[in-house]
């Protein structure tokens, strides 16, 4: 799917500032605590966009008849036929329906805290380079009688961070955690400019769709990690996350993420920090070497080993050279 701007003609004044893409596939037991926690933003400017995902339960039902009681404020899209293409073709699809100058995803299994919007665009209209913000996240078991988590998102927080800095920095080339796609607020241009979504990450691969279109963002524009805690990410049993670790694919999908990396970066245009390169040949190092990783690895827990022995083996080696 190509990204189009579909409201050139419309007038500005007539436009909402935000668009609420939220994709969904038989999420019947949770789609409406999520579109009711939209409706709920003390900022009113908005509108909603369903996609559905080719969904097989009553979530289908749930969102048209949403979609019937608040239109214009929320649309029902589906792809031809009713299929399901995966979730960055749905949140193309969204995209390209959407009207506003900026645009939030949600899932809909999550849930927004109601000054999300408000704030978010606040700090967009502050730093007018910026071309995302998101913020911590609170990973949500409570809802279903567990403990809940803050998960800081990003490595320095409340300041503008320039690429490629946090393609450095985040998760899957660096080490702090990336955003849930759930927290992204961006301008609508920029992602467009940056052609939405990798359709290919889909099936199994989807589980690093979001970290492919972050990366291209890292590389292309300033973003923002807040310290604020704005989304509710629902953890149960039916996420890609899950699935992952249940089927123990995610080295394989791991590996496809960072050969697509590869490739894209060579595509570029202009060609990115070195500092980036360099990131991707150590994280591909283990997949295009295994055995000298093998070796490595177990020399590297050798090491560690070692120097939990601390003083006593030391002693024992002075020992032996006696």
Wanted: proline share 5%; glycine share 6%; charged share 25%.
């Amino acid at each position: 799917m190509t990204l189009q701007t579909s409201n050139s003609a419309e007038p500005e004044t007539t436009r909402p500032r935000v668009s609420v893409v939220a994709i969904f596939l038989n999420e019947e037991r949770f789609i409406s605590e999520a579109i009711e926690s939209v409706l709920a933003q003390d900022l009113r400017d908005f509108e909603i966009v369903l996609v559905d995902d080719g969904s097989t339960d009553k979530s289908t039902m749930i969102a048209r008849d949403y979609a019937a009681r608040y239109a214009p404020i929320i649309r029902y899209l589906e792809h031809p036929g009713h299929q399901n293409l995966g979730q960055s073709t749905s949140r193309n699809l969204g995209l390209a329906a959407a009207r506003g100058e900026f645009v939030a995803f949600l899932d809909a299994d999550d849930v927004w805290e109601k000054t999300k919007l408000t704030e978010q665009l606040a700090i967009m209209e502050a730093f007018p380079k910026l071309g995302m913000v998101c913020g911590a996240a609170r990973y949500w078991s409570s809802w279903n009688g567990g403990n809940d988590v803050i998960i800081p998102t990003g490595h320095r927080y409340n300041a503008i961070i320039l690429p490629p800095e946090a393609a450095l920095a985040l998760y899957p080339l660096g080490k702090a955690d990336a955003p849930c796609p759930s927290d992204l607020f961006l301008r609508r241009d920029v992602v467009v400019s940056l052609g939405g979504f990798e359709e290919h990450f889909a099936g199994p691969r989807q589980m690093y769709e979001d970290q492919a279109f972050l990366m291209k963002l890292y590389l292309a524009t300033p973003v923002y990690f807040s310290d604020r805690v704005w989304l509710n990410y629902r953890l149960h049993a039916d996420s890609s996350m899950a699935e992952a670790v249940s089927q123990g694919r995610y080295h394989e999908w791991r590996l496809y993420f960072l050969d697509w990396l590869e490739a894209y970066l060579k595509a570029m245009p202009r060609s990115p920090d070195r500092r980036v390169f360099a990131a991707l040949r150590h994280a591909l190092w283990p997949y295009r070497h295994p055995r000298m990783h093998a070796v490595t690895s177990r020399s590297h827990e050798i090491l560690k080993s070692a120097w939990r022995s601390g003083r006593r083996l030391g002693s024992l080696a002075i020992g032996e050279r006696k």
